[in-house]
Every structure is written in structure tokens, then in C-alpha cells.
């Protein structure tokens, strides 16, 4: 089955600067990744997302890129605020279904 | 516009114990999937239904079912609890085509003592 890796597993950044999370996938039929944000005591906010047939994609701060070749991933946030500290998890799917990477703890220092 | 609702939000269970788990989804989508999290496992897919049949299934073992009634609305069932099966439960709804957004509820958290 689909296998997804992402990495950092922690990620400490200053205010005001950039934060990458990468993710890697093995099932080369996965044509679906969206990415969420996790806050304490919720669920999973879809935050952004990318198809298969897309590069990249931005949503003012945010932005996703996506290399099929390579079966890589990443989540790009820019101007870092404290509100963005949160765990963030990348995911791949077939079919309906989703696999998680096990997620990214961000804590952005004021 | 709902979002995505999970009664009810806490439950302690007892060991051997059964317990059932509700989604509603939002209004006008037919997808329902389950997930369990879990510290060491992270979000882990239980199953998926679409029009009151399950379309997917993960690999957990058959004390977890589930259903989806006429409404779209979802429940899931966990027999003989473990203590292992301590988690958060979340129930994600989705549109009528795959692989579109899936929006999470809030989740149960599930303790079983």
C-alpha cells in the first residue's frame, strides 16, 4: 500500500521567517495531496491541496509544490506567525482514501 | 454552511465493552471516512462509505465496523474494546467524486479503562 514520509518531525522558526515540511510518497497512483493543519483538542483543517496534474500551487502565505518524478511534496509558509504554530501533516490519496505522513510540530517564536 | 459533526466529543469505555461512534456530514456530501489517531500511529484510515455502501476498508480488524444511513449520516462501531483502541476517532466528509477535499470534524476521544 501507499507509504508517505515527511520530515521535519519538529521545526522551530522565528517570526517572519520560512517554514518547509517535505513529504515523500511511494504509490506512483496516488494523484491527490492535501495538506493540514492540526491545532490542539481539533480536527484536521484541509489548509491547501494539489493534484497530479499540477506543480504548484499558492494560497497567499502558503504554497505547495509537487514533483511526480521524484514522488516528492513540500509545504512552503512564509511570513511565519505565531498562529501558524500548530502540527501540520501532509497526505497522499487513491481512490478516496487517504495516508498521512506522520506530521510536522511548527512552533513559530514571537 | 455545517461542518462536519462527532457525538459525542468524550467516552470512556470499559475493557470488553462495545461502543458506537456518530458522524453527520456536511449537508450535501456522501462520502463519509473514518480515521483513527493515535500518538504512535498517527491518522491511521478505518473505512469509507458512499451511498450507504463501504468503498474502502483499512487494515484494522473486524471488531471496528461501521454504516452509513439514507441521510449520509455515519456511525462506527468498536466491539470487545481494548485498551489499545484508546484514540481519537475522526470522521471526514467529502463530495460526491473522489479524491476531492476531505473536511475533519472535531473527533471523538475515545479512553478505555
Known amino acids: 500500500g501507499e507509504n508517505v514520509e515527511q520530515h521535519p518531525s519538529t521545526l522551530s522558526v522565528q517570526e517572519g521567517d520560512s517554514a518547509v515540511i517535505k513529504c515523500t510518497y511511494s504509490?506512483?497512483?496516488?494523484?491527490?495531496f492535501p495538506w493540514y493543519k492540526q491545532e490542539l483538542g481539533k480536527g484536521p483543517q484541509l489548509i491547501i491541496d494539489?493534484?497530479?496534474?499540477?506543480g504548484e500551487k499558492k494560497d497567499q502565505r502558503i504554497a505547495v509544490t509537487l514533483n511526480k518524478t521524484a514522488k516528492h511534496f513540500s509545504l512552503h509558509i512564509t511570513e511565519t506567525q505565531p498562529e501558524d504554530s500548530a502540527v501540520y501533516f501532509c497526505?497522499?490519496?487513491?481512490?478516496?482514501?487517504?495516508?498521512f505522513g506522520k506530521g510536522t510540530m511548527l512552533l513559530v517564536s514571537p | 454552511k455545517a461542518g462536519v459533526t462527532q457525538t459525542p466529543r468524550y467516552l470512556i469505555k470499559t475493557r470488553g465493552q462495545q461502543v458506537t461512534l456518530s458522524c453527520s456530514p456536511i449537508s450535501g456530501h456522501r462520502s463519509v471516512s473514518w480515521y483513527q489517531q493515535t500518538p504512535g500511529q498517527g491518522l491511521q484510515f478505518l473505512f469509507e462509505?458512499?451511498?450507504?455502501?463501504?468503498?474502502n476498508k483499512g487494515n484494522f480488524p473486524g471488531r471496528f465496523s461501521g454504516r452509513q444511513f439514507s441521510n449520509s449520516r455515519s456511525e462506527m462501531n468498536v466491539s470487545t474494546l481494548e485498551l489499545g483502541d484508546s484514540a481519537l476517532y475522526l470522521c471526514a466528509s467529502s463530495g460526491r467524486v473522489a479524491d476531492t477535499e476531505a473536511f475533519f470534524g472535531q473527533g471523538t476521544r475515545l479512553t478505555v479503562v
Open positions: 497526505a497522499a490519496s487513491k481512490r478516496g482514501t487517504l495516508t
Open positions: 494539489i493534484r497530479s496534474n499540477v
Open positions: 504509490d506512483s497512483a496516488s494523484n491527490y
Open positions: 462509505y458512499f451511498s450507504e455502501t463501504q468503498r
